[in-house]
């Protein structure tokens, strides 16, 4: 199963696909798509066309997108959840299923910690996929979540799996 993983941001948007085949995980690729200027809309179709080349590129079969917390500022929250959008929305005009996770779901995933920093997760990362070169930390963020979408649906075929064989 390949799987892209998005960091949602308006100015850097993290991305990494990595292939899970039963527990071994293979890293593909990783990136930061960019946008610029201060036109909200411009900003919002850069990220938009440079993910659909990303997807276009890699033909994942699944996509994870990690999900917006609130924070103190509204305006930005606000802004956040545009971007986010923008990643739900690409993934899913290709067609694919979208797996979302909060924060401290990806880093107690990953890292065993629900409050861990990014040092901690970009190393957990790196531990995992092994001379994968990162372009950034939202790109680790990115193949964070990545992971953490490969545990739960190997951890979801698995129960299916032993219901069916139960007879459920």
């Avoid at 850097?12 to 909200?40: F, K």
């Avoid at 996509?63 to 923008?86: H, M, S």
């Avoid at 924060?103 to 531990?127: C, E, F, L, S, W």
Wanted: hydrophobic share 45%; proline share 4%.
């Amino acid at each position: 199963m390949r799987i892209l993983g998005i960091d949602p941001g308006l100015r850097n948007l993290g991305w990494g696909v990595i292939d899970a085949e039963g527990s071994r995980l293979t890293h593909v690729g990783n990136g930061v798509c960019r946008s610029d200027g201060t036109d909200l809309g411009q900003r919002l179709l850069s990220l938009h066309q440079q993910l659909t080349r990303v997807l276009e590129a890699h033909v994942p079969d699944t996509a994870a997108v990690e999900q917006t917390f609130v924070n103190k500022d509204g305006a930005g929250t606000l802004k956040l959840g545009q971007a986010r959008g923008i990643a739900m929305l690409v993934p899913a005009q290709a067609g694919l299923t979208i797996g979302e996770y909060a924060p401290n779901a990806i880093k107690k995933t990953v890292v065993g910690v629900g409050h861990a920093d990014k040092r901690q997760v970009d190393h957990m990362v790196r531990m995992q996929l092994p001379g994968a070169q990162i372009a950034g930390p939202d790109a680790a963020d990115a193949l964070a979540i990545a992971i953490c979408h490969a545990f739960h649906a190997r951890a979801g075929n698995t129960l299916e799996l032993a219901l069916r064989r139960a007879g459920a």
